[in-house]
Nanobody
Framework: QLVESGGGSVQTGGSLRLSCAAS????????MGWFRQAPGKEREGVAA?????????????YYADSVKGRFTVSQDSAKNTLHLEMNSLKPKDTAIYFC??????????????????WGQGTQVTV
């Protein structure tokens, strides 16, 4: 189960932090991502984080070009929570933001059909 929080309204140039609490998933290797869907548009991948294991856990991050340098995805493994820090927000960032998760790699992190677990979404308005 994935539950998002942290959405809201903010002025252009402002910041928001989204969180996604995950439960019931204990994959050693996993990909968790953020997607968004603006009115009248298809859902698109925003960012993702891969958790791998090689004797110890490590992470790799992925971003859409439109958010690079402004958004930061992170994961609190102890709390099994995914975050998306969004800075320098623009009106075009307005959308419903969803978190998603799947076991395995993040090679196709922007392909929504590869993700089996989804949150309910949280609205971000800029």
């Amino acid at each position: 189960q994935l539950v998002e929080s942290g959405g809201g309204s903010v002025q252009t140039g402002g910041s928001l932090r989204l969180s996604c609490a995950a439960s019931g998933m204990t994959y050693r290797r996993s990909c968790m991502g953020w997607f968004r869907q603006a009115p009248g548009k298809e859902r698109e991948g925003v960012a993702a984080i891969y958790t791998g294991y090689n004797g110890f856990s490590y992470h790799s991050t992925y971003y859409a070009d439109s958010v690079k340098g402004r958004f930061t995805v992170s994961q609190d493994s102890a709390k099994n929570t995914l975050h998306l820090e969004m800075n320098s927000l623009k009106p075009k960032d307005t959308a419903i933001y969803f978190c998603a998760a799947k076991a395995g790699d993040c090679y196709r992190w922007a392909e929504e059909r590869d993700f089996g677990y989804w949150g309910q979404g949280t609205q971000v308005t800029v």
